[in-house]
């Protein structure tokens, strides 16, 4: 204990020690001497709760009180811990007790006050031992008279009881505290200890000199400034640093002949993290941190680090981040789409003013439209990208056609595929040549150093970026060389990217051309106009028709591959292929439907075979069949959203024709409906990128189309126009298909129909019949040609077919000829041999006919042949 941390222990152990035995002694006096105001207050509590409550005053004047009364007061006994609770009535008698035997006996004690309305409390020794008991009285609510009392009683020693079960916990937390504050009181000893290290006066002499000795051979300068800002202490960095006085301990901070800014910033006093102070020649990096905290004494110590020889590695370590978060910038910045002539701009807005005055971008002028140039530094370039401080400048303008000369840094850099620094543009010569007039000009507007680095990417020279600084910007040295090589270097690749997918997307968009109808073929039946809108993620596979049948009918044809690219483009180029090979087929809409689901279904189990590309993932196809002779058109439609049809008074409606299911799930029927037309209509067929797409519904399409067919003129090109500005979006997100036509009606008196017995002689009479009508229609030339056409038919039909047997001619674009019969067998072309007396009817027809062919109804066949008008 010769130390004063022993010292100091003991006296604290011995303190709390003797704080803790005075605490537990004051807990039990205080404990004991308030059990009987703390039995009286319980006692005086429980009865008049019980005096109160509910239901009491009905026991008192029931027939039975004890009944009632007894197991209520039993059980409030057990719930509030006291002795025993006792109800009298006014000549004190009990009601209740604890034990029954007392029941109906005088109640021992004074009761008489309660019954005049007072509270009675006693102290008194009974048979249980010394308790207290109190007496309240019961009133009736309805009249307040006092109608009994209660009393109830506890034990002091059953209060006492509760002080001494809690004795042990609070023995047990004065001997814990005791044992915390002691085992903190050695901890504090030990730090005491640990930091004197035992060592008496003489010791700690010798260590603080030792401590003053470092502190004057650091090289970092110390001063320790009191509160009222006199200098207390400087080590002998800091009178380097500061080039103090030798006097200048003692002194205050500002007599000592520091700049303003040092001598303020000193005798603030406020705390300091690395503020930079110039301070003569030199850069001082300086720290302040007062001493008052913790209780400490007022002033402040501040450290002095010179970093003049670190600003220079600074400088550069700052512009080494720039360029670090400029080629971030330009990865996020540049590339965002796939479009050459915005990533060209990109690459110029980024780098402006960052690291350039101004940029410039050109490209080879194949470049733009997606091929790969030639590796020759002559090609004509385009300028695509310019960004400048300055909007007016004399650089050559965006999309000017630029011719590189041979023998320039330009044609140089283009031939080698290497970046060239021109740090000194006033001094250098050669860059002259590509055009001195604009060269003088650039010099005249400031700009005096520029970067050249050709856009380079998977070997292919797409074209050169130009860095220009002017003014008062640094000039260009070799670390800024180097940062618009790997700059350019990334925009290059994101160039390339967008050249290869422009040849592509075009590629795509060609075939997608190709493969729909160049134009419409000429025919009476229909005036016909027709929209393509591509969608703006490229090629997709929606197309339309337009096909000429016999009969002067007319087929209109609309359908949607789903997906976008060229695989959707050409599955949309063989199903288009197919419809128009079923159509020579001459078959009903919902026949036609069903072999092209059959043709869809075997395309993907071609296409998912090992090997094959990818499955078609789905079709829709309406097609339509209209009949100037009948007004009928026929129309049957697979998984498409249904047509729309105006009437000539601009009522519009949506035609009820049966929804089949989309082309490839094969199984499934297909239903054609008939829609008997009105002349001078409009049908409206559509793909569903016209009234669908992620932010509308297709009913909602379907309204807004509604509206735009009732408004819109009454032409076909009026009504594509009204329909595309109402429906569709500046940037479609699928492709629409829009074919319109307004529907005409072959003339009664271009119509001439006979029936024909089934008798040889007939045919005589049916070629009078026809003579006679084309001399009406002005044909005369070509009455031979169609009498042997309709001899043969007919000849046929008498021959091998049944009756009915009926002849129409149509006086179309070209003069059909009909001949029905109601028998499906179809006659067959033959090439009779030279002594055969047969077989040579159908040949004579194919021979002097342009078109002949079959088709079937629903009654029989219509065999019919075309010729070109005669004479006419």
Same mark, same amino acid.
């Given at each position: ?581 079923? @159509? ?239 028998? @499906? ?48």
């Amino acid at each position: 204990m010769r130390s004063v941390a022993g010292q100091v222990f003991a006296l604290q152990v011995v303190v709390v020690l003797l704080l803790v035995l005075a605490a537990v002694l004051a807990l039990v006096l205080e404990s004991h001497r308030d059990s009987t105001a703390e039995a009286r207050d319980r006692s005086v509590a429980v009865a008049q709760t019980f005096a109160n409550s509910p239901g009491i005053v009905a026991a008192m004047q029931s027939p039975d009180p004890t009944a009632i009364l007894q197991p209520r007061a039993q059980a409030a006994r057990v719930a509030s811990g006291v002795d025993f609770i006792v109800v009298i009535n006014p000549d004190g008698i009990r009601y209740t007790h604890p034990l029954t035997d007392r029941i109906g006996k005088k109640f021992v004690g004074t009761y008489e006050p309660a019954l005049n309305g007072q509270v009675v409390t006693q102290q008194l020794t009974g048979t249980i031992g010394p308790l207290v008991q109190a007496v309240v009285p019961i009133y009736n609510p309805a009249n307040g008279q006092i109608i009994g009392a209660v009393s109830a009683g506890i034990t002091i020693s059953r209060v006492n009881g509760v002080v001494d079960h809690q004795l042990p916990l609070v023995f047990g937390t004065a001997a814990g505290a005791l044992a915390l504050a002691t085992t903190g009181t050695a901890l504090a000893s030990r730090r005491v200890l640990r930091q004197t290290r035992g060592l008496g006066p003489a010791e700690m002499t010798r260590m603080y000199e030792h401590h003053d000795a470092v502190l004057h051979a650091v090289r970092e300068g110390v001063l320790i400034i009191g509160g009222d800002g006199v200098l207390l202490l400087a080590n002998d960095e800091a009178r380097r640093l500061l080039r103090l006085p030798a006097d200048a301990e003692g002194r205050a901070v500002t007599d000592l002949g520091l700049d303003d800014e040092a001598a303020e910033l000193l005798a603030s006093g406020r705390g300091v993290s690395d503020r930079v102070l110039l301070t003569g020649d030199r850069l001082l990096v300086v720290n302040i941190r007062t001493t008052d905290r913790n209780g400490g004494p007022p002033g402040s110590v501040a450290t002095l680090r010179d970093s003049t020889e670190l600003h220079a590695v600074s400088d550069t370590a700052q512009a080494a981040r720039r360029g670090l978060k400029l080629l971030y910038d330009a990865t996020v910045a540049v590339g965002t789409t796939l479009d050459v002539t915005r990533t060209a701009e990109e690459l110029a807005q980024v780098a402006v003013p960052r690291f350039a005055d101004y940029v410039t971008v050109d490209l080879a002028e194949v470049v733009l439209r997606g091929e790969e140039p030639a590796p020759s530094s002559g090609a004509p370039m385009r300028r695509v990208a310019f960004s400048g401080v300055r909007a007016r400048s004399p650089f050559y303008p965006v999309g000017e056609l630029i011719t590189i000369r041979p023998a320039t840094p330009q044609a140089w850099s283009l031939e080698t595929g290497r970046a060239v620094l021109d740090s000194d543009l006033a001094s250098s010569t050669d860059w002259l040549a590509q055009d001195p007039e604009r060269a003088g000009r650039l010099l005249e507007f400031g700009v005096h150093s520029v970067v050249r680095v050709p856009l380079r990417a998977r070997g292919v020279l797409l074209g050169i970026a130009k860095f220009w600084r002017s003014d008062a910007s640094e000039r260009f040295d070799q670390d800024d060389l180097s940062l618009a090589e790997e700059l350019v270097a990334r925009a290059a690749v994101c160039v390339d990217n967008a050249r290869r997918y422009t040849r592509e997307h075009a590629m795509a968009m060609t075939l997608q051309r190709s493969l729909l109808p160049h134009g419409l073929p000429e025919q009476n039946a229909l005036e016909v106009a027709h929209r393509y809108r591509a969608a703006q993620a490229g090629v997709s596979g929606d197309w339309f028709d337009v096909i000429p049948l016999p009969g002067a009918r007319v087929a209109l044809v609309v359908g949607d591959v789903v997906g976008h690219g060229l695989h959707a483009a050409a599955t949309m180029g063989r199903l288009r292929t197919a419809v128009h090979n079923f @159509s020579t087929l001459d078959l009903p809409p919902d026949e036609l439907l069903g072999h092209l689901d059959d043709l869809v279904n075997r395309l993907d189990q071609d296409q998912t075979a090992p090997g094959g590309a990818d499955a078609v993932t789905g079709a829709s196809c309406l097609y339509a069949i209209y009949d100037p002779v009948s007004r009928i058109c026929t129309m049957a439609r697979a998984g498409h959203p249904p047509p729309a049809l105006v009437h000539p008074d601009g009522t519009v409606e949506f035609a009820d024709v049966p929804a089949g299911p989309p082309l490839g799930l094969g199984g499934l029927p297909f239903f054609a409906a008939d829609l008997e037309v009105p002349e001078g209509s409009r049908l409206v067929l559509y793909t569903d990128g016209l009234v669908e797409d992620r932010e509308r519904d297709i009913d909602e399409g379907l309204e807004l189309l509604r509206q735009a067919l009732e408004s819109s003129g009454p032409g076909p090109e009026e009504t594509c126009e009204a329909v595309l500005a109402a429906l569709l979006p500046d940037h479609p997100t699928d492709d629409v298909a829009l074919l319109v036509a307004r529907t005409r009606v072959l003339a009664a008196d271009r119509i001439a129909e006979w029936d024909v017995p089934s008798d040889p002689a007939a045919v005589s009479d049916a070629r009078a019949a026809v003579s006679r009508q084309l001399a009406l229609w002005g044909l005369e030339e070509m009455a031979f040609v169609t009498e042997l056409i309709l001899s043969e038919l007919i000849t046929n039909a008498i021959r091998y077919a049944t009756e009915p047997i009926r002849v129409r001619l149509l006086h179309d674009r070209s003069l059909i000829c009909e001949v029905s019969d109601s028998s @499906s067998t179809s006659p067959h072309l033959r090439y009779a041999a030279t002594m055969d007396e047969g077989g040579r009817g159908l040949f004579l027809v194919a021979q002097f006919a342009e078109r002949w062919g079959t088709r079937y109804t629903a009654t029989g066949k219509v065999i019919w042949a075309e010729q070109a008008l005669i004479g006419e």
